[in-house]
């Protein structure tokens, strides 16, 4: 009758279905910003406009349920397992792409530093016998050192000689090079700096890959002049890099010296 008040339901089901829609418009909302698959927001969508198409019609639905005979609860039923399938037909379509929409990034290998390789030349250099030490005898060589790996300082330089006819090598000794040193007496002598010394220059600068660092290396013997001197007197110069890997070079004196 049109004089008969509205049932609870006509007042109850409208509001709960006006509050489901508004879930779904922000779940739209979400997903738009979040970047998902399309239909993902627009069945959101979707579903929200045909809850409020049938809240705003709820009344006239009623009247209808009530003029067909059905039963209200197996109508909600039937609605609630059609309601069931699309949400388990849409669960499973957003399973199946959900992993390529939102990937995980995995970072890039990085690739293992490449390690020092260092290569030793001995261009030449000056064999004299200090004037404040005669006893001892001085080696002043020209070094390049060249790094063809990563990068890496040089330390602990080192240097045998071994002269003709000596089994065991005998160790030079490594010295700092003072401010101003005269090497090989007053005529033809030679002037070295503290400045040229390649065991500073190397020891707390790395040296970077493909560089090239020259200096001098000041070294000092117990052997004398004539002994280094001899044609067959072989110069062994060994240099470690950072992970203590030692690289070295091998001189002989009489292809130093042009004999």
């Known amino acids: 009758m049109a004089d008969e008040p509205p049932s609870k339901g006509a007042k109850f089901v409208p509001y709960l279905l006006d509050f489901i829609a508004l879930a779904l418009v922000f779940a739209c ?9 399309w239909y993902v927001y627009v069945g ?8 409020l198409f049938v809240a ?16 209200r609860w ?22 199946r792409h959900h992993i390529t929409e939102n990937p995980v990034s995995v970072p890039a290998p990085v690739p293992a530093p490449q390690p020092p390789h260092f ?4 261009s030449g250099g000056n064999i004299f016998i200090p004037t404040e030490e005669p006893k001892w005898t001085g080696l002043a060589l020209d070094v390049s050192i060249r790094n063809s790996g990563g990068e890496s300082i040089a330390t602990d330089w080192k240097m045998t000689i071994s002269p003709t006819g000596n089994v065991v090598p ?4 490594l010295t700092a090079i003072p401010d101003f040193l005269r090497a090989g007496g007053v005529a033809n002598s ?10 500073q220059k190397t020891h707390t600068t790395p040296i970077g890959t493909n560089h090239v660092v020259d200096g001098v290396l000041l070294f000092y013997t117990k052997l004398t002049k004539h002994q280094i001197e001899e044609s067959h007197t072989v110069l062994d110069l060994s ?19 042009g004999r």
Do not use: P
């Open 239 to 257: 240099v470690q890099d950072i992970a203590g890997n030692v690289f070295s070079t091998k001189q002989r004196i009489g292809d130093w010296l």
């Open 56 to 71: 705003f019609r709820w009344g006239r639905i009623e009247a209808w349920l009530d003029s067909s005979g059905r039963s």
């Open 74 to 95: 197996q109508v909600l039923a039937m609605s609630a397992l059609a309601c069931l399938t699309v949400a388990a037909i849409g669960y499973d379509i957003y399973d």
């Open 29 to 37: 909302v979400d997903a738009f910003v979040a970047g998902r698959r």
């Open 119 to 122: 290569i030793l030349s001995i």
């Open 44 to 51: 959101c969508l979707a579903t929200a406009i045909l809850l």
């Open 190 to 199: 030679v002037v070295i700096k503290s400045t040229d010394s390649l065991e």
């Open 170 to 173: 005998s160790l030079a000794q």
